[in-house]
């Protein structure tokens, strides 16, 4: 069954560090997402992207953030500098577009900030 | 803006059913979703439920959809341990980003 993939699944890096987590998304799929799970709270929306730009951010989703489609498989979740507050959960996922909406999530990538 | 709220927490025994409730602010959702995570995993999608539909059944699993309410739930019948997880509301809105609720911890009982 075609699934979602993340790299890396843990992820330790200092502050002030950049760091890229990748996705490789479902082939078929044209809608592409990143949310967020910092430990305890609720799973936030970050990105969304579809045709090669961001078609919708949130307020958390500033400057320091950046998301790209290299190629034709993977998405990239870019954070420039990172803060301790970024120690979270990073999810990706992806859509088909179909009308029921539904998203297939990865299984994570697990960002430590120190 | 849009939200949604669950309880944080529900114990049952192995065998007994179980009902997880959401409520939803976002009176422009088209469809609603629930969402399983397993420890160490991802977000697995369990169901979901068109917004002009109250009940949609899939064999252990029965969503129920109160509109006017805003309120859904999620009950599985005959819970076994395997169900433990977190269960997550999800609520579809006008776009295709999802907004989460907290999440329910699904504690069952041997």
């Known amino acids: 069954e075609p699934e979602v993939t993340q790299t890396p699944s843990h992820q330790v890096t200092q502050m002030g560090q950049e760091v890229i987590l990748r996705c490789v998304p479902i082939s078929n799929h044209l809608y592409f997402y990143w949310y967020r799970q910092i430990l305890g709270q609720k799973v936030e929306f970050l990105v969304s992207?579809?045709?090669?730009?961001?078609?919708?951010k949130s307020e958390i989703f500033d400057d320091q953030f950046s998301v790209e489609r290299p190629d034709g498989s993977n998405f990239t979740l870019k954070i420039r500098s990172t803060k301790l507050e970024d120690s979270a959960m990073y999810f990706c996922?992806?859509?088909?577009?179909?009308?029921?909406?539904?998203?297939?999530f990865g299984e994570g990538s697990r960002l430590t900030v120190l | 803006g849009e939200d949604v709220e669950q309880s944080l927490f529900l114990s049952v025994r192995e065998g007994d059913s179980s009902v997880i409730n959401c409520t939803y602010t976002d009176s422009s959702s088209t469809y609603l979703y629930w969402y399983k995570q397993e420890p160490g995993a991802g977000l697995q999608l369990l169901t979901y439920i068109f917004s002009n539909m109250d009940m949609k059944q899939d064999q252990r699993l029965t969503v129920l959809l109160n509109k006017k309410d805003k309120h859904l739930s999620l009950r599985i019948a005959d819970t076994q341990t395997g169900d433990s997880a977190i269960y997550f509301c999800?609520?579809?809105?006008?776009?295709?980003?999802?907004?989460f609720g907290t999440g329910t911890l699904l504690a069952v009982q041997p």
């Open positions: 992207f579809y045709n090669n730009e961001i078609s919708e």
């Open positions: 996922a992806s859509s088909g577009g179909s009308v029921t909406g539904e998203l297939f």
């Open positions: 999800a609520d579809g809105g006008a776009t295709n980003k999802l907004i």
